[in-house]
């Protein structure tokens, strides 16, 4: 069956420090991966995806970047945090392809201050 | 306009009450449809996909209205383990890059 990993599952960082956040994936081969964020309060926002290695959309500008160095592996980054990045973030993945479904990991709780 | 539209409750019922929740979404191009459901502090997990009419699965029957472009989600016997944030979702035509997320229904089933 199909595990989701993402550590760290919390974090607490300073404004202006860098952020690295990874999400691995066993069980499939050629999934798509997807980085979402979930503020307080407020719906998940997809961040970025990407269909295979080396390929990475980006949905929404922001001081945030991400790389999928392997299959299975989706990283999340930052230079400078903001106070504005604090949130929940989500990795999912689904089926390569046109399959819909996607399934989440546990996610990261990042607190900025 | 917002994509997928919920209300966002709180829905407060007994345990054994039958609840419903609507959600409407603004493409008309989008082709299947999802419920998860989201427990405080965790990852969203998906309880039902709804590519046609609608689907049944034990006690939760989703529904699926193309012309009014609405979704609906009946929990039927609630129990107390149903207490979560139901998300609805639609998926566009041709792939899963664009999945559309409401910002939630919040359910507390009440012993």
């Known amino acids: 069956s199909q595990t989701i990993h993402q550590w760290p599952a919390t974090l607490v960082q300073p404004v202006g420090s860098p952020l690295s956040l990874e999400c691995t994936v066993e069980g499939t081969s050629n999934p798509n991966l997807y980085w979402y964020r979930q503020a307080a309060g407020r719906g998940l926002q997809l961040l970025f995806y990407s269909v295979g290695i080396g390929q990475i959309s980006s949905e929404v500008p922001q001081n945030l970047s991400a790389s999928r160095p392997q299959d299975r592996q989706f990283i999340l980054s930052s230079k400078k945090l903001l106070l504005s990045d604090s949130g929940f973030y989500l990795c999912a993945w689904s089926v390569g392809g046109n399959a819909d479904t996607q399934y989440f990991g546990p996610g990261t709780r990042l607190t900025v201050l | 306009r917002k994509e997928v539209e919920q209300d966002p409750g709180p829905f407060n019922v007994p345990e054994g009450a039958t609840v419903a929740f609507n959600c409407t979404y603004s493409?008309?191009?989008?082709?299947?449809f999802f419920w998860y459901r989201q427990d405080c502090r965790k990852e969203p997990k998906l309880l039902m996909s709804?590519?046609?009419s609608g689907n049944e699965d034990g006690r939760f029957t989703a529904q699926l209205n193309r012309a009014s472009q609405y979704i609906s989600l009946l929990i039927r016997d609630s129990k107390l383990s149903d207490s979560a944030t139901y998300l609805c979702?639609?998926?566009?035509?041709?792939?899963?890059?664009?999945?559309?997320f409401g910002k939630g229904t919040k359910l507390t089933v009440n012993p």
């Open positions: 979702v639609a998926a566009p035509q041709g792939g899963s890059e664009k999945l559309v």
């Open positions: 493409n008309s191009a989008s082709q299947s």
């Open positions: 709804v590519y046609s």
